[in-house]
């Protein structure tokens, strides 16, 4: 796309409006723009985490289109307490004896990384690249203690009753009198179970902990071990980082949420003009209701999803969503209609097929915030997932036999697109599909069903047909199966029922005629001739 050119997708419209109202408060003169996202590495990082992270990826790429330079900032917030071992997490046992630890101290249970939060980041960190989102890293259990945050917690110290007024405005009980706007982990269990006794107006805090009865005084300067709650640690970053975009979801967004005392503690208290935002909306999978949730276990993984989609389908359902949209991730029959909706989108983009001039506009603008790289010069190579699927099933999974019996005269490149959308395709079959779309072609090895005269009279005719398939369309081939349930007295209906279960050894299946020839003779007559 090239710079400065308008386009009503939703993520140009928000890079314009980044653009415009940052530079009117932070000068013309911004060398680059500061975008950001983050997560507490509490669990498996699910699919609706991911809409936060795409959502942001998107805008960065709509910034760079328009001559903008962008630093997209990721922030692991593993410096967070353990509060909950989520379900689908081995070794619960040992790991409910970390309860209230910061999570970068909790143990990973598979043993591969230095630790539980590393564990989960790195997990998304392998995967992102694959859809194409390359963020800058932080890891604010390191920031913290390195005592990088050191003067900015002892300005929110400094500020603590102006930051109790801002956030009991929202809060239906007022905070206590001997509040204090810090965290402690006791250096000696490393729970969060401490309570602040006092601070001495400049560097020095004291706690005790309720855990194991330890008291001391630690020096912010030096300490490892005191952090600022979300909500004041969130606007203090906004002011450290320089973040000018940052969206949240719509929990966070609710009236008197925390992007609500956010703002108002980034400017009385940072001095910084919080960033802009949009509320991005919960994302569900299709069949099944409610939030996910990391701590629960109950999560859908990006991985999870690209075993069924194409890492460009996947980009294409968030940027042909908007963010404040409600929409589920499909596991269903919809996977088809998904892949038809990115092909047709394909061959908008590449003029292969017309539809209106708006429409066109917003479906090129989708198709390349799709690409996972750089957007192809000529149209890639299309099968219809339907076909698809179907031809798998006839060569039972078997991508090396389908390439050699199929698709033998297409080139490397158009191959490798195939094995991907195959490999994805066979998943889905698989794992998902509905038993009704389901079917194993039967060998010819296989025992005939009994049957009566008729409907062997009926098989016969249709062998025939069989015979001289190459003269045959499928709309011919249709008219032919037709005609024979006429010549012999039958229900059409019988008729379909009868040939899928000898082919397949179900009542129902595919298109019969497109199935029939996609399967071929060599195929199906030998099943047909046994009766």
Not at 127 to 148: C, H, T, W
Not at 173 to 189: A, G, T, Y
């Amino acid at each position: 796309m090239e710079n400065n050119i308008s386009s009503t997708h939703w993520a140009d419209i928000n890079a314009d409006k980044i653009i415009r109202e940052r530079k009117k408060f932070l000068g013309t003169d911004k060398d680059f723009f500061i975008c950001a996202s983050g997560i507490t590495p509490s669990g498996t990082v699910h699919i609706g985490n991911f809409r936060e992270i795409i959502s942001v990826e998107l805008v960065v790429r709509a910034l760079k289109d328009k001559g903008e330079k962008v630093k997209f900032l990721y922030s692991w917030d593993d410096y967070d307490v353990f509060r909950k071992v989520p379900a689908n997490m081995p070794d619960n046992e040992n790991l409910e004896k970390y309860l209230r630890f910061p999570i970068t101290m909790v143990p990973d249970p598979w043993g591969k990384e230095n630790s539980y939060a590393r564990a989960n980041e790195a997990e998304l960190e392998s995967i992102l690249p694959v859809v194409g989102v390359f963020p800058q890293y932080i890891y604010q259990a390191e920031k913290y203690r390195n005592s990088d945050y050191a003067k900015d917690i002892k300005r929110a110290l400094e500020n603590r009753e102006k930051i109790r007024k801002l956030l009991d405005e929202h809060r239906t009980e007022p905070l206590e009198e001997k509040w204090m706007p810090v965290s402690v982990f006791c250096n000696k269990c490393n729970k969060d179970k401490t309570e602040v006794e006092s601070w001495d107006n400049d560097w020095n805090i004291s706690y005790s902990c309720s855990s194991c009865g330890n008291k001391e005084t630690v020096d912010l300067r030096t300490t490892s071990c005191v952090k600022l709650p979300w909500r004041i640690d969130w606007p203090m970053r906004w002011a450290y980082e320089k973040v000018d975009f940052e969206p949240a979801g719509k929990d966070h967004h609710s009236e008197g949420g925390s992007f609500d005392t956010a703002k108002n503690i980034a400017k009385e208290v940072y001095g910084y003009e919080p960033p802009v935002s949009f509320q991005y909306d919960f994302l569900g999978i299709k069949g099944r209701g409610g939030k996910i949730s990391s701590s629960s276990g109950e999560v859908i993984s990006l991985q999870d999803v690209l075993d069924i989609y194409e890492p460009e389908i996947v980009r294409y359902m968030f940027a042909g969503t908007r963010p404040n949209s409600e929409f589920a991730i499909s596991f269903d029959l919809d996977v088809i209609k998904i892949y038809e909706d990115y092909d047709k989108c394909e061959r908008i983009y590449f003029g292969k097929e017309a539809i209106n001039d708006k429409k066109a506009e917003k479906e090129k603008r989708i198709y390349e915030l799709s690409q996972v790289s750089v957007i192809p010069s000529e149209m890639p190579y299309q099968i219809l997932f339907r076909h698809l699927c179907n031809l798998l099933q006839i060569h039972s999974g078997n991508i090396d036999t389908l390439l050699t019996e199929e698709f033998s005269s297409i080139n490397e490149a158009q191959k490798k697109k195939l094995v991907a959308r195959a490999q994805c395709a066979w998943r889905w079959i698989t794992n998902f599909a509905p038993e009704d779309f389901k079917f194993t072609l039967k060998s010819a090895s296989d025992s005939a069903i009994a049957v009566d005269e008729n409907s062997a009279k009926i098989l016969k005719a249709l062998s025939n047909e069989i015979r001289k398939l190459e003269s045959h369309t499928e709309i011919s081939l249709a008219e032919a199966i037709y005609k024979i349930a006429q010549d012999n007295g039958a229900d059409p209906k019988d008729i379909f029922k009868l040939v899928y279960t000898v082919l397949i050894g179900k009542e129902k299946g595919p298109r019969l005629a497109g199935f029939i020839i996609t399967a071929g003779k060599n195929k199906i007559l030998p099943l047909l001739e046994k009766y």
